[in-house]
């Protein structure tokens, strides 16, 4: 079993619809990251939680540290949010490392 | 500000061959990482450098070599490429571990014949 879980994996939707992208993890951790990689490749880091909520424009990340769980919402959506989200999690024991989960693909259609 | 660039962008190497691949950074960070990309898998990390002088190998470090040059530079190299080694390469930045927050290069496409 993978140490981080991302669900759904694909998710499609109309413009202007409210998603959410879950995160699950399965170690301690001393913080969790969401990133976007656009579809030319580039990955751009959007947020580093490690207790309660962050907001920035139409992008709010939580986390609940005892559910070992953390989402990101997307308010409004638009075609241009269309990427790969990918949640990545610092373990408590893991030094430098930082562990990936797979990544959910979102397409926002017009 | 560049941020963290990479050479090259795209590589095609034959079986056995070996090439290096550059990453520089300008905003004076401390540590630096290089992470493979494979289809359906999450990034993995292959090597990091938490700071001028020091490597360390990630989960995946076989095959592979890396030089932490000077603050800017950490370059990956492959001694003899092997088509397990096709992949996309992301070298990645932060001020340090405490700090956290990475930031990526635009990546490396490498594909092994």
């Known amino acids: 079993k993978n140490e981080v879980e991302q669900s759904p994996q694909n998710l499609t939707a109309q413009e202007g619809e409210f998603i959410t992208i879950n995160c699950s993890y399965s170690?301690?951790?001393?913080?969790l990251h969401w990133l976007q990689q656009h579809p030319g490749g580039g990955i751009v880091s959007l947020f580093m939680?490690?207790?309660g909520k962050k907001k920035h424009g139409r992008l709010i990340a939580t986390i609940n540290i005892q559910e070992k769980h953390s989402s990101l919402h997307i308010t409004a959506s638009h075609p241009r949010d269309s990427a790969v989200y990918i949640c990545?999690?610092?373990?408590?024991?893991?030094?430098?490392?930082?562990?990936f989960g797979q990544g959910t693909r979102l397409t926002i259609n017009p | 500000n560049a941020g963290v660039t990479q050479t090259p962008k795209f590589q095609v190497l034959k079986t056995g061959q070996s090439m290096t691949l550059q990453c520089a950074q300008d905003m004076n960070h401390n540590s630096m990482y290089w992470y493979r990309q494979d289809p359906g898998m999450g990034l993995r990390l292959i090597y990091y450098s938490a700071s001028e002088g020091t490597t360390d190998k990630g989960e995946v470090p076989n095959g592979y070599n890396v030089s932490r040059l000077n603050k800017r530079e950490f370059s990956l190299r492959l001694e003899s490429a092997a088509p397990s080694q096709t992949s996309v390469y992301f070298c990645?930045?932060?001020?340090?571990?405490?700090?956290?927050?990475?930031?990526f290069g635009p990546g490396t496409r490498l594909t092994v014949l």
């Open positions: 990645a930045s932060s001020w340090d571990r405490a700090t956290d927050t990475q930031y």
């Open positions: 939680l490690s207790s």
């Open positions: 990545a999690v610092r373990s408590i024991q893991g030094a430098q490392k930082l562990v």
């Open positions: 170690v301690g951790i001393s913080a």
